[in-house]
């Protein structure tokens, strides 16, 4: 089966987008896989998949696979490239638009300046929320947040994480510096801890000032990516809750900057979507090389 395809970036988070209201797409684990995979396939952090919605009062539904082939609840540098893509491809000139995702609705839209915002939906801030497990562990109060210690194995040693749920669970830790601080150690350890029964991103963010911070994301299901919309909400949010920060803040990633602004309800980001190429793909031979 041929499948067309778009492939697109928000600030160097990379994504394979497929249209599945004029085409028959059955995205399924093995597929997103193959799809994502650098070397056999196309090659994305995660898999957008653009449906006809379920929901009375959405224009679309928007689906995302991580590169691991696991289906999440959302993904916001993917959501600015879902609009663009809709409005690229004629299949709406609604905007801003309406996409329903897992936990309800978030409005998107495309500004003249090719700029794209996105109200990114709920935010939530207990365990349960992130099906995380805290029996048992030492707790920080911090201004309005909790901070939890995270025993990691020996080599990647302990970290103090804020957890904020963007729909999708985030662990944030703050560093001193993003560069020489050890995410590839302590990146794994956290996305795959065992108190996170459905693993978790995990965020590592500089406060440079009270606007601005610099981050790094090591991704559930995707490992470090050079951005992460909802990590870069996650982030800003616990750092407003901990009274490091003041909305707006910029958001410095490895792949661009983002602003994020929260009043403590709407939580709103905004930043740049990129199309880099169309293509076509026999997903079943794709499939059966791997
Ligand atoms: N890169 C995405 C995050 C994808 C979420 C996925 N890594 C997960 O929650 O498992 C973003 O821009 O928000």
Not at 144 to 156: G, H, S, V
Request: charged share 25%; proline share 5%; hydrophobic share 40%.
């Amino acid at each position: 089966m041929i499948w067309n395809f778009t492939k697109m970036h928000g600030a160097g988070n990379d994504f394979v987008v497929l249209d599945g209201v004029r085409q028959s797409i059955e995205l399924t684990p093995v597929r997103a896989r193959a799809l994502a995979d650098r070397h056999f396939g196309v090659g994305a952090d995660q898999i957008l998949l653009v449906e006809n919605p379920l929901h009375p009062d959405a224009d679309f539904r928007y689906r995302i696979f991580n590169a691991d082939g696991g289906e999440v609840e959302h993904c916001g540098n993917g959501a600015r490239c879902f609009v663009r893509f809709v409005h690229e491809q004629g299949l709406s000139r609604r905007n801003p638009l309406r996409a329903e995702i897992s936990t309800g609705l978030i409005v998107l839209h495309e500004a003249d300046d090719g700029q794209v915002s996105a109200d990114m939906g709920r935010t939530a801030f207990t365990p349960p929320d992130l099906a995380f497990d805290p029996a048992g562990l030492d707790t920080r109060g911090c201004s309005e947040d909790t901070l939890y210690r995270l025993d990691l194995p020996p080599e990647a040693g302990e970290v103090w994480c804020s957890l904020v749920a963007i729909s999708n669970p985030h662990a944030v830790v703050q560093v001193d510096d993003v560069d020489t601080h050890p995410v590839a150690r302590q990146g794994p350890a956290i996305e795959s801890h065992p108190r996170f029964a459905q693993r978790v991103n995990a965020g590592f963010m500089q406060v440079i000032d009270r606007r601005h911070i610099r981050l790094r994301v090591y991704e559930r299901g995707a490992g470090e990516t050079l951005a992460c919309g909802t990590g870069a909400c996650a982030a800003a949010v616990a750092g407003i809750r901990r009274g490091l920060l003041d909305s707006p803040v910029r958001v410095d990633t490895r792949g661009g900057a983002l602003q994020i602004d929260w009043d403590g309800q709407v939580l709103r980001m905004q930043g740049p979507a990129t199309t880099v190429f169309h293509g076509q793909i026999d997903i079943d031979a794709l499939t059966a090389t791997l």
